[in-house]
């Protein structure tokens, strides 16, 4: 976090100056009103910055550079605070927590995809999940493990497929092989 986004703020004005708070007496004087407002120019940012603390745990509403530390402090991505677009590390921070909860699944990876690149991919996985009333019955998916990523898109030269080749390496479960391709949809 930069120090310039929250230090001083020339003109800001504190919501509790400290001269009211004391005795008529003191209030009366004038170096102690004047030694009272070297503390208030401190004091400003520090109070505005907790009357309105709460903002700063909201993604949408956080300041540019507490977001990055908000992200990391709920884990999200490290390429959301490096995506170019300010409301999309936006999302992808407010959307991290509920998507640690499904991480690994294919549904979670596509999801990750389209907040951090703005791209729908058709994710297809061999895993499954069925119950039979009878013992012995077929097992789901295939004993191969795989994940395939299918990017659609009218001009694959577009499409950032290293970027994305690379978010889908580091999001992938460890034991499953991934193979990503550009399909060309009209």
Known sequence: MSAAHRGAIPGLASPQPLIGRLPALYAQDDFTG??????????APVLATLDCIEAYWDARLAPEDFL????????ADSSASAHPSLERRRDLVANAVRLHA????AHALAEQIHLVFGIEVQITDNGGASWSAEPGGAMPGTPEPFLAVRIPAADPALVPLREIAEFVEANRPAHVPASIEVITAP
Not at 34 to 43: M, Q, S
Not at 102 to 105: H, K
């Open 102 to 105: 499904s991480r690994g699944t």
């Open 34 to 43: 004047r030694f009272t407002a070297a503390f208030d120019e401190v004091l």
């Open 68 to 75: 990055d530390l908000l992200a990391e402090w709920v884990g």
